[in-house]
């Protein structure tokens, strides 16, 4: 099992990396709105597309979810 509760706490750690997921991650830390307890994929890219992210973050949300989702099982 992760040693992250949430998506949120493990996209944390992941700002300092230089990649669009490192971006995403950071983006997502300074945004007072972002869902810190958001409960699956679908609910994450529907905030997103409320925000009218564009196609790069939503393709890079939904690898980062899928990356976090493996560290869960």
């Known amino acids: 099992m992760s040693k992250f509760a949430t998506f949120y706490e493990w996209l944390s750690k992941q700002k300092n990396q ?3 997921l490192g971006q995403f ?3 997502a830390l300074r945004d007072p709105n972002f869902p810190k307890n958001v409960a ?7 905030y ?3 925000q009218q992210a564009d196609g790069l973050r939503i393709a ?3 690898l980062a979810w899928q990356t976090y989702a493996r560290g869960q099982k």
């Open 18 to 20: 230089h990649s669009p």
């Open 25 to 27: 991650a950071g983006n």
């Open 40 to 46: 699956g994929v679908d609910a994450l890219l529907g």
């Open 48 to 50: 997103l597309r409320e």
């Open 60 to 62: 890079t949300a939904r």
